[in-house]
């Protein structure tokens, strides 16, 4: 049987993704009072309202199956296996740690909302980049997305404002509210900084009397596209061949490489390219 190293590696950080996920709410938010939005807000309101009876853990279990059934119709069976993966590790680790962190690492409210904050959305955003979820409003998050492009962190914010508001109804308290719509904006900020980050591309112009060579171990080594435009050197007056490489920012360093190794000599310019749809990059949405 061959092993997909692709695959563990996605679930790995997965995993990683909802330790500080979890982290994040078990030790600076759900302690402090605070809602932040999504299934695991909805837990916490559940938590308090209930006079800290029903953990969060349970909570997040119970509504996320309900709607991984729904993910599973829409965003099909491998959104499906990494989401409900995901719901159970989610619910492990945030029954697990709210035994173990029965206070706020933190005093300070506001502090504590922007570590747990920043925390969440880059647990998210993490999870969220493999192709997983952390569920709740992430589920819903996934599928507009899926058709449109509108960020899933914005989504997710428009969508988590009710949940934080009606902690009203169980705090009795406006600064309550207020903090839970800090917690809301850093983490939509944080999930959109994590996300764009691992898809931003970069697009290299290489020019060498080496293309061919350079040309055939991108696209056989890399399985990336290689367009070779004709050029003239203004000073030489000489025909020259540009490649055209259009790549992952974090696979730019092997394109380096390979150069490198087929001409030292060769010239390279690089620059960022806001967003890259089309095969083996986004997918192109009307």
Do not use: C
Request: glycine share 10%; charged share 15%.
């Amino acid at each position: 049987m061959k092993i997909n190293y692709s695959e563990i590696r996605s679930f790995l950080i997965i995993t990683l993704g909802l330790t500080i996920y979890s982290f994040g709410w078990t030790a600076f938010l759900i302690p402090s009072g605070m809602i932040g939005g999504g299934v695991t807000g909805i837990g916490t309101l559940i938590y308090y309202g209930t006079e800290k009876v029903i953990p969060v853990g349970y909570s997040y279990f119970i509504l996320n199956a309900i709607l991984i059934l729904i993910a599973l119709k829409i965003l099909g069976s491998k959104f499906g296996v990494k989401t409900i993966f995901a719901m159970l590790l989610g619910s492990i680790l945030l029954s697990t740690m709210q035994k173990i962190f029965t206070a706020p690492l933190v005093d300070e409210k506001f502090m504590a909302a922007i570590i747990g904050g920043v925390l969440s959305g880059t647990g998210i955003g993490l999870t969220i980049s493999q192709g997983g979820s952390s569920g709740g409003t992430d589920i819903i998050a996934m599928i507009i997305n899926k058709y449109r492009n509108i960020s899933p962190g914005r989504i997710i914010l428009y969508l988590d404002v009710f949940i934080i508001a009606s902690s009203y109804l169980v705090f009795h308290d406006v600064s309550t509210i207020v903090y839970g719509y800090v917690v809301m904006s850093i983490t939509s900020y944080s999930i959109d900084m994590v996300i764009s980050g691992s898809k931003q591309s970069a697009q290299l112009f290489i020019v060498s009397s080496e293309y061919e060579k350079i040309a055939d171990k991108i696209a056989n080594e890399m399985n990336r596209g290689v367009s070779m435009l004709d050029a003239t050197g203004w000073y030489s007056k000489e025909s020259k061949k540009i490649l055209m490489v259009v790549v992952r920012k974090h696979e730019a360093q092997t394109i380096f490489r390979v150069v490198k190794q087929m001409d030292e000599k060769a010239f390279i310019s690089m620059g960022s390219v806001m967003g890259v749809y089309g095969l083996g990059f986004d997918e192109i949405r009307a």
